[in-house]
């Protein structure tokens, strides 16, 4: 039974290695199809390294030994991953963002896999169906750890307090292993790695240098949210991607994207409705619910709700719907004049929000007369990407206009794409003025905004482009391609000590 509940516990060690180091890597890398890849095959070759290291025929008591030396040299790579993966991160500045998470996700996960394979091979012995069971147990402790570590143990104490349980248990285990064969070596090193573990726990590594500007910092189950001032702006960063952008001063929006939303009142005067898939730091659906709008705001991450309320948005503001959108669009009986996706974290586009089967949920809930809006980070005016999603939003959308944001047409920037079944009826005359706006800097940077969209929009290529849908997306791989180009020019604008990470 002690050996069954060793394999338990191992496989919990795994896992809460494998998701602790995704974690960590994510606020420098950001959430994308290279950061999954990456820290998923190097657990799974690392434990398998190990697993082949250790495995052999030997007697119980060398087998034993064996094991804890492997658990003590987990629990100490599981320390110095704690104490030193800032470092380590800040050495790889400016390196190619594959390289970088190749890098550091050997060094994160692999290296404590190695270690934890190495402590499950030695301590295999018997017959095959032996190994077996003890194979479902180490899977069983991976299932148990999973809600236990995303839920419990890194959103409420943290990713270092994580890391030190860990090595704790890791720690318990190599002495349970050698206590009978060494127990005075065993207890002494299972007595050290439990107080390193203590002092780490108690003592967390430093986070980015930002002094009194950082205003919030929560690790949420999913994402890592920063709120900080620099340079006259609040910011709002989600694993160290920006989702919104504020003047310290005014309050006004300082984005692209939502400044060319705009169009919206332009194209719908008077007071309307609205419906917005993503909250974004709220920027974007509170300057239409301030100027009278009757906004409703659908957002997945209570995290994400809570960080936005150090940036603009105020409870009470707008009604805000705490639930995943599509699940709510399911269960919402009204239509609305104007809906809007803006839940993509700028290049990180989560393959659920960009399929055929979300665009019908859509625009059973578009009025007649409105339309759909999604707003996009893309490589370029051309990118395949944009293509194959107006392709998607043609499904239940003839008409598709790509109002792009950004200059030139070749670099990372934000387009709004925006699905009607009807052509719009909007003309360039019925843009503002910019001449009137002179002695008013900000409004002229607004209208700027806007009258580049509009001047400069286009309808996507449809000839060819695949349909996205829930069975078959490319979505992922196009946006793990934008992330890498955003994350240089990310890194390159906060500086490795910028608090972005």
């Not at 309307?272 to 509170?286: C, N, Q, T, W, Y």
């Not at 893309?378 to 598709?400: C, E, I, K, N, Y």
């Amino acid at each position: 039974m002690l050996r069954s509940l060793s394999a338990l516990a191992l496989g919990g060690c795994v896992f809460g290695t494998a998701f602790v180091a995704q974690r960590l890597i994510a606020p420098y890398a950001g959430l994308s199809l290279t950061l999954f890849t990456g820290v998923l095959a190097a657990t799974l070759l690392g434990f398998a390294i190990g697993c082949a290291l250790g495995a052999g025929e030997r007697d119980a008591a060398r087998g034993a030994w064996l094991v804890t030396r492997g658990l003590l040299l987990a629990a100490a790579a599981t320390l110095i991953v704690a104490r030193f993966r800032r470092p380590l991160l800040v050495a790889l500045w400016g390196a190619d963002l594959r390289v970088t998470v190749a890098i550091a996700a050997t060094a994160f996960a692999g290296l404590p896999s190695i270690a934890l394979g190495f402590a499950f091979g030695a301590g295999e012995s018997g017959t095959a169906a032996a190994a077996l069971r003890r194979a479902a147990w180490l899977l069983a402790g991976a299932a148990i750890a999973a809600p236990l570590v995303g839920y419990v143990l890194a959103p409420r104490f943290g990713l270092t307090v994580t890391l030190a349980v860990l090595a704790a248990v890791e720690g318990i285990l190599a002495f349970s292993a050698g206590v009978r064969r060494a127990p005075a070596l065993a207890s002494a090193a299972a007595l050290a790695v439990l107080g390193a573990s203590a002092i780490t726990a108690a003592r967390p590594a430093a986070a980015a240098r930002i002094g009194p500007q950082l205003l919030e910092l929560r690790r949420g189950r999913e994402l890592e949210y920063r709120v900080f001032d620099r340079d006259g702006a609040r910011y709002l960063l989600a694993d160290g991607t920006i989702h919104a952008v504020m003047d310290t001063l005014s309050g006004d929006c300082v984005q692209r994207g939502p400044a060319a939303m705009g169009l919206v009142r332009l194209m719908r005067p008077g007071r309307d409705s609205m419906l917005v898939i993503g909250l974004r730091g709220g920027a974007l659906p509170l300057s239409f619910a301030r100027s009278g709008w009757r906004v409703r705001v659908v957002e997945p991450d209570r995290d994400a709700a809570a960080a936005s309320r150090r940036l603009s948005y105020k409870p009470g503001e707008m009604r805000l719907e705490l639930s995943d959108p599509r699940r709510f669009l399911r269960g919402e009986p009204a239509r609305y004049p104007v809906v809007v996706l803006d839940a993509f974290a700028d290049s990180y586009m989560p393959y659920p929000l960009c399929t055929r089967e979300l665009v019908a949920q859509i625009a059973d809930h578009v009025a007649d007369g409105g339309f759909a809006v999604v707003i996009v980070e893309s490589q370029g005016w051309d990118d395949p990407m944009v293509a194959a999603l107006a392709a998607t939003l043609r499904t239940r959308f003839p008409h598709v206009l790509a109002l792009p944001t950004s200059e030139p047409p070749n670099v990372v920037g934000t387009l709004l794409l925006l699905a009607s079944r009807e052509v719009v009826k909007f003309t360039d005359d019925q843009l503002p003025d910019p001449t009137t706006y002179f002695q008013n800097p900000a409004a002229l940077w607004v209208v700027q905004q806007q009258t580049h969209a509009w001047l400069n929009r286009f309808e996507p290529r449809s000839r060819g482009e695949r349909v996205l849908t829930d069975d078959c997306s490319m979505i992922e791989v196009w946006s793990d391609r934008v992330e890498r180009a955003g994350r240089r020019e990310l890194h390159a604008f906060f500086g490795p000590d910028g608090g972005s990470w």
